[in-house]
C-alpha cells in the first residue's frame, strides 16, 4: 500500500524556520530518523521510505503555499495514491501553539494551501494534520505571524511536538485515520 503524506511550507531560506514550514520541518524530522534524503524532483522534494510493509512517499511541494495542490495532485496520479491515502501536514493558527489534531476532512479555513488543494483535487475529503502555531498577533497581522520565525523557546519545544506528529503520520499509515484520532487528538 502506498502513502503521500505532504507538508506544506514555502521554499527558501528565508521562509525555512517560520511558522508556515511546519510540515516541511516535520517532515524532515520524519526524514533524518528514516535515514531518507529528499531529492528535487517535478513539483516538490521527494523521498520514500518502508514502513510495516507500506511504501510511504514525502513531499514538500516547491510551489510555494497558495500552489500546493498543483504538486498534491501531480503526484497523486504519478504515484497513483488514492485520496484517502493522503495526508496534509499544515500550520494552524486556531489551535494552540504545539498542539497537533489530525481531521478527515474539512474546510480550508482560509488556510490558501489547503484551499488550492481543495480546488485541484475535488472537495475537501483528505486528512490533514493540522500543527498548532498558536494565535499570538495583532489584528490584521496573520501573514506577518506565520511568516515569522519561532521564537527561541518555541523551538526548543517543537521537537517533542514533531515526534508526536511523526507518530500521528505512522499510525495513519498502519492503524487508519479514525483509531489514529481516537487514540492521538486532544
Same mark, same amino acid.
Request: charged fraction near 25%; glycine fraction near 8%; include cysteine.
Given at each position: 500500500?502506498?502513502?503521500?503524506? =505532504?507538508?506544506?511550507?514555502?521554499?527558501?531560506?528565508?521562509?525555512? $524556520?517560520? +511558522?508556515?514550514?511546519?510540515?516541511?520541518?516535520?517532515?524532515?524530522? $520524519?526524514?533524518? !530518523?528514516?535515514?531518507?534524503?529528499?531529492?528535487?524532483?517535478?513539483?516538490?522534494?521527494?523521498? @520514500?521510505?518502508?514502513?510495516?510493509? +507500506?511504501?510511504?512517499?514525502?513531499?514538500?511541494?516547491?510551489?510555494?503555499?497558495?500552489?500546493?495542490?498543483?504538486? *498534491?495532485?501531480?503526484?497523486? !496520479?504519478?504515484?497513483?495514491?488514492?485520496?484517502?491515502? *493522503?495526508?496534509?501536514?499544515?500550520?494552524?493558527?486556531?489551535?494552540?501553539?504545539?498542539?497537533? +489534531?489530525?481531521?478527515?476532512?474539512?474546510?480550508?479555513?482560509?488556510?490558501?494551501?489547503?484551499?488550492?488543494?481543495?480546488?485541484?483535487?475535488?472537495? #475537501?475529503?483528505?486528512?490533514?494534520?493540522?500543527?498548532?502555531?498558536?494565535?499570538?498577533?495583532?489584528?490584521?497581522? #496573520?501573514?506577518?505571524? =506565520?511568516?515569522?520565525?519561532?521564537? !527561541? #523557546? @518555541?523551538? #526548543?519545544?517543537?521537537?517533542?511536538?514533531?515526534?508526536?506528529?511523526?507518530?500521528?503520520?505512522?499510525?495513519?499509515?498502519?492503524?487508519?485515520?479514525?483509531?489514529?484520532?481516537?487514540?492521538?487528538?486532544?
Amino acid at each position: 500500500m502506498k502513502y503521500l503524506i =505532504v507538508g506544506l511550507g514555502n521554499i527558501g531560506p528565508e521562509y525555512e $524556520l517560520t +511558522r508556515h514550514n511546519i510540515g516541511f520541518l516535520t517532515l524532515d524530522r $520524519l526524514a533524518d !530518523q528514516k535515514s531518507v534524503k529528499f531529492e528535487m524532483n517535478r513539483l516538490a522534494y521527494h523521498t @520514500e521510505f518502508k514502513f510495516k510493509s +507500506r511504501i510511504i512517499h514525502l513531499i514538500k511541494p516547491t510551489t510555494y503555499m497558495n500552489l500546493s495542490g498543483k504538486a *498534491v495532485k501531480h503526484w497523486m !496520479q504519478e504515484l497513483k495514491v488514492p485520496k484517502e491515502n *493522503v495526508l496534509v501536514i499544515v500550520d494552524d493558527i486556531a489551535i494552540p501553539f504545539n498542539k497537533l +489534531r489530525m481531521r478527515a476532512k474539512g474546510s480550508s479555513a482560509g488556510h490558501n494551501g489547503l484551499k488550492n488543494i481543495e480546488d485541484l483535487t475535488g472537495g #475537501q475529503n483528505y486528512a490533514r494534520l493540522k500543527f498548532g502555531v498558536g494565535d499570538d498577533f495583532p489584528k490584521g497581522r #496573520q501573514a506577518d505571524y =506565520v511568516l515569522s520565525k519561532f521564537t !527561541q #523557546q @518555541e523551538f #526548543q519545544e517543537l521537537p517533542f511536538s514533531m515526534d508526536k506528529a511523526i507518530d500521528m503520520i505512522l499510525a495513519f499509515c498502519t492503524i487508519g485515520i479514525a483509531r489514529t484520532m481516537s487514540q492521538f487528538n486532544d
